[in-house]
C-alpha cells in the first residue's frame, strides 16, 4: 500500500508543473530533494551559462588579454585525473562568482566574497611570478537562441580593484 | 558504491584542499551537530589525515562483510564529504547520498532471531532496496519527461545547444552533433530510452539488455559531455537491479574466467 501510495506521488510531482498543491508543502519539498532527483539537462540550464573573464595589469605595465578559466579547461584535453580536478576547480571558481553581489559591497561579508575570489583568481590562475597592480573581473551571462543560431552575452557584473588592498575602485 | 567513492575521493583531493584554504567549517553548537560533523570540522585543519582515514575506513568495509555498522559509517562518510565540497558537489553527489542513506538497511546482519524484530528487518532490507530502485529509476523517468514535455528536446535542438556551449562537449562530441538528423536522432534516442528505463527495468526480460545500454549510455556522456562522477555513479546503481541469483552467475562466469 505504501508503495502504491509512494509510486503515485513520485508520478504526481514529476509530470504536474510546480505550481499543483503539495509541490511547496514539505512533502513536495522531501520528494523534490530526496525521492526525485533531477531532471537534469534542463533547457534553461543548457541554453545558458556563466563565465567570468579576468585580466590583470602588471605594475607599470599594461592589461593583458581577457582569458576565461572554464574556455580554457573545456578545450584542453588532458588525463582524466587532471581534467576532473581541472572541472571543478571551474565549479568552485563560479560558485565564488555567482556569490559576489557588486551591488552590496558596503556589506562586510559580500567584500570578503571578492576577497576570496580575487585570493582564488591571485593564487591559482595569474603566473605567481606576476607583480599584479589591477585586476579585472567580467562576469557574463551567455545564453544561445536557437531559432536565430546566435550567442547572447549580458554582463552580470565587471568590477576592477587593486588586489592587494581588495577594494573595490 | 563503495568503491566509487573511494575513486571519488581521490578525484576530488585537490580541490578540497584548495576549498578548504578558502573556507572553514564553522562548529555546530550542539553535541549531535559536533558528532556528526566532526571529520568536517578537523578537515579544516588535518584534511589530508581525515581523507586518509575515510580511504582507510572505505577499504576496510569494502572487505568486511556489509552490516548496520558499515552502512551508518558509509553514510557518515559520504554525508561529510558532501557538506565538506558543497560548492563543488553536482547531481551525482545527490544521487550517491541518498543511496548511501538506502544502503544502511540493505544488511541482515547482525542477524536478529526474534520473530517479529526479525520479520522487521527482513522488511526494511526489502523496503531499502525498492526505495533505492525507485529512486533511480525516478532519476531517468523525470529526466525523460522533462525532455519529452521540452520542444528543444524533441525538435533536437537542445543536442545543438549544449554542442554550442563549449563547457558541456568535448572536443569530439562537437563534431558529432552538427548535423540536424543526427540531433534529432540522439534526442529521440535519449528521450525513449529514459522513459523505456523506469517502465521495461521492472521485467525480467529486458532488466539485462536495459543496463548493457545504460552502461553504454553513460559512457558515451561520461566522455562526451565530460560528465565523469554522474556517469559512473549511475552505472554503480545498477548493481541494485541484480538478484541473488544474477550475482551467483556473475562469480561462477567470473570463476570460470579467471
Sequence with gaps: ?169 | MLVFALVKILFIWNTSLTLVSYYEFATPGSLIGKIIFLPSVLANDHLNLIYIAFMAVLIILVILPWNYISGILFFWIIFNLYRLNIPVMNGSDNVQLVLAGCMVFMTVRPYIKHSILSDLQATSFNAAVILAQLIVVCIYFISGWDKLVTESWRTGEAIAMIAQREQQVGVWGSAIVENALVNGMLSWTTIIFELAFAILIWFRRFRFPLLIMGVMFHLIIAFTLTLYDFSFVMIASYFIFLTDEDYTKMIRNLSVFA
Design chain 1, 1 to 169: 500500500m505504501l508503495l502504491v501510495v509512494h509510486v503515485l506521488l513520485c508520478i504526481y510531482f514529476t509530470v504536474t508543473p510546480r505550481k499543483y498543491i503539495l509541490h511547496a508543502s514539505s512533502l513536495g519539498l522531501l520528494y523534490h530533494r530526496v525521492f526525485l532527483i533531477g531532471p537534469f539537462f534542463t533547457e534553461d540550464r543548457i541554453a545558458s551559462s556563466t563565465h567570468l573573464y579576468m585580466r590583470y595589469k602588471v605594475k607599470g605595465g599594461s592589461w593583458s588579454e581577457f582569458s576565461c578559466y572554464t574556455d580554457r579547461v573545456h578545450r584542453e584535453g588532458r588525463p582524466i585525473l587532471l581534467h576532473y580536478n581541472d572541472l571543478r576547480h571551474d565549479d568552485l571558481l563560479r560558485y565564488f562568482a555567482k556569490a559576489y553581489r557588486p551591488a552590496k559591497t558596503t556589506s562586510e561579508k559580500l567584500n570578503a566574497q571578492l576577497c576570496l575570489l580575487n585570493r582564488y583568481s591571485i593564487s591559482e590562475l595569474i603566473p605567481k611570478e606576476r607583480a599584479i597592480d589591477s585586476l579585472n573581473l567580467l562576469y557574463v551571462h551567455n545564453s544561445f537562441l536557437q531559432k536565430h543560431a546566435i550567442g547572447k552575452s549580458d554582463t552580470i557584473w565587471n568590477v576592477t580593484f587593486n588586489p592587494d588592498r581588495c577594494v573595490v575602485r
